[in-house]
């Protein structure tokens, strides 16, 4: 089974940048699209970016205009610059790879052991 594996997690002040890195163990096969959720303490798991295998990406609201998702097919990576941070953004953030039809049900798909983003005011 593939294994995802982030890094790049830490502190940072409001305004500033942070970037994340995401491997996976082997070829991701049908698992088409590969991204990324957060959740923060007390709050539902949310969708934070993605990047399908042929180049599409998708934000939402929240994160569009700020943060940025680049992906490496040959070296089944993706990794996520997250620019101009807020406190909001404060969270544990997932990688998460999946095909098409499961990568946005948070039921379905594989995810990454998460690694902490902090923001402070």
């Known amino acids: 089974q593939v294994q995802l594996v982030e890094s790049g997690g830490g502190s940072a002040q409001a305004g500033g940048s942070l970037r994340l890195s995401c491997v996976a163990s082997e070829s991701l096969g049908d698992l088409t699209v590969m991204g990324w959720y957060r959740q923060a303490p007390g709050r539902s798991r949310e969708f934070v970016a993605s990047?399908?295998?042929?180049?599409?990406?998708q934000y939402p609201d929240s994160t569009k205009g700020r943060f940025t998702i680049s992906r490496d097919n040959d070296k089944n990576t993706v990794n996520l610059q997250m620019n101009n941070l807020k406190p909001e953004d404060t969270a544990v953030y997932y990688c998460?790879?999946?095909?098409?039809?499961?990568?946005?049900?948070?039921?379905?798909?594989?995810w990454g052991q998460g690694t902490q983003v902090t923001v402070s005011s």
């Open positions: 998460k790879a999946g095909s098409v039809r499961h990568f946005y049900n948070l039921a379905f798909g594989t």
């Open positions: 990047a399908r295998s042929d180049g599409v990406t």
